[in-house]
């Protein structure tokens, strides 16, 4: 594989394979449950539904193990907890695979390039205003499919441009066409996850 093949690839089981040593599981969790939310209206049950958001908590570090084993519990024990994660994965697999594409070159930056080196300076300009922009982006969704608001995106590009940020790659990412979901490449960049 090479950037091109990467920036045009419409069937994600190249780029999965290419991709299966790197980022870690914080990444692969979102990308499964991104996955999941873009077929939500076919999960079909409340359990897996509440799968995927928990799955979404633990990846970010809001829950413990503990809690996931609570609602192992609570759903009928752990073989419901597997079923539920299997029919969710089995379903995302039949899902878009030009979206599921577009949301591996989001959470994942080109393997091509760089990572990109942000100066201290841009992401604490005007009291943090970048690094805050960034986090309210990562938080801020349109449930249930997870995308994350583009006009948050794009004033976070602007406040980069006027802190002095030049890298087109960055801010070509933020202005794109989206979506984007949680686990962007550039809001953990700027927020401390990358």
Same mark, same amino acid.
């Given at each position: 594989?090479?950037?091109?093949?990467?920036?045009?690839?419409?069937?994600?089981?190249?780029?999965?394979?290419?991709?299966? &040593?790197?980022?870690?599981? =914080?990444?692969? *969790?979102?990308? /499964?449950?991104?996955?999941? %939310?873009? $077929?939500?209206?076919? #999960?079909?049950?409340?359990?897996?539904?509440?799968?995927?958001?928990?799955?979404?908590?633990?990846?970010?570090?809001?829950?413990?193990?503990?809690?996931?084993?609570?609602?192992?519990?609570?759903?009928?024990?752990?073989?419901? &907890?597997?079923?539920?994660? =299997?029919?969710? *994965?089995?379903? /995302?697999?039949?899902?878009? %695979?030009? $979206?599921?594409?577009? #949301?591996?070159?989001?959470?994942?930056?080109?393997?091509?390039?760089?990572?990109?080196?942000?100066?201290?300076?841009?992401?604490?300009?005007?009291?943090?205003?970048?690094?805050?922009?960034?986090?309210?982006?990562?938080?801020?969704?349109?449930?249930?499919?997870?995308?994350?608001?583009?006009?948050?995106?794009?004033?976070?590009?602007?406040?980069?441009?006027?802190?002095?940020?030049?890298?087109?790659?960055?801010?070509?990412?933020?202005?794109?066409?989206?979506?984007?979901?949680?686990?962007?490449?550039?809001?953990?960049?700027?927020?401390?996850?990358?």
């Amino acid at each position: 594989m090479d950037e091109a093949t990467w920036l045009a690839c419409t069937d994600p089981g190249p780029m999965l394979k290419y991709l299966r &040593w790197q980022g870690d599981s =914080r990444k692969w *969790r979102l990308f /499964a449950c991104a996955c999941c %939310r873009q $077929v939500w209206d076919r #999960l079909a049950d409340d359990r897996l539904c509440r799968a995927v958001d928990l799955g979404e908590q633990y990846a970010e570090g809001l829950i413990s193990v503990q809690e996931i084993s609570g609602f192992r519990a609570s759903g009928g024990g752990t073989s419901a &907890w597997v079923a539920a994660k =299997r029919r969710a *994965r089995s379903v /995302a697999q039949v899902g878009d %695979r030009e $979206v599921q594409c577009h #949301l591996l070159r989001c959470l994942f930056r080109s393997p091509f390039r760089p990572v990109p080196v942000m100066d201290r300076a841009v992401l604490t300009w005007e009291a943090d205003t970048v690094i805050n922009l960034a986090r309210l982006a990562h938080d801020d969704r349109t449930l249930p499919l997870g995308h994350l608001d583009p006009v948050r995106l794009a004033v976070l590009a602007d406040a980069l441009e006027e802190a002095g940020c030049t890298e087109a790659a960055i801010l070509d990412h933020l202005r794109g066409p989206g979506p984007h979901w949680r686990g962007c490449h550039v809001l953990d960049l700027l927020t401390g996850r990358a």
